[in-house]
């Protein structure tokens, strides 16, 4: 059973940055797409942004220029580097492979208001 532990969250203001982190139990990592999600109140769980097997990433036009993708592979773990944080931006952040394969963790909650 692979488990998801989400964090970095927190409370900014527009315009500031918050780096989240999401580590995989067990060595499953390195030849998975893994995503980035989220999901604000009321709403669907949304892919965020993807990462591949080869280090190549994808994003949705909401995010592309201010959220980066990464991973390292000997950690198992996957960050989300968000800049230019917008109160749109608020929601609870999960990461899972792109196919959606684990079980989710709890994520993380980022708050984005003046």
């Known amino acids: 059973q692979v488990q998801l532990v989400e964090s970095g969250g927190g409370l900014v203001q527009p315009g500031e940055s918050l780096r989240l982190s999401c580590v995989a139990s067990?060595?499953?990592?390195?030849?998975?797409?893994m995503a980035w999600y989220r999901q604000a109140p009321g709403k669907q769980r949304e892919r965020i942004a993807t990462?591949?097997?080869?280090?190549?990433?994808s994003y949705p036009t909401s995010v592309t220029g201010r959220f980066t993708i990464s991973r390292d592979n000997a950690k198992n773990t996957v960050y989300l580097q968000m800049n230019s944080l917008k109160p749109e931006d608020t929601a609870v952040y999960y990461c899972?492979?792109?196919?959606?394969?684990?079980?989710w963790g709890q994520g993380t909650q980022v708050t984005v208001s003046s």
């Open positions: 899972n492979t792109n196919l959606r394969t684990w079980t």
């Open positions: 067990g060595n499953i990592f390195s030849n998975r797409a």
């Open positions: 990462i591949f097997a080869d280090s190549s990433t």
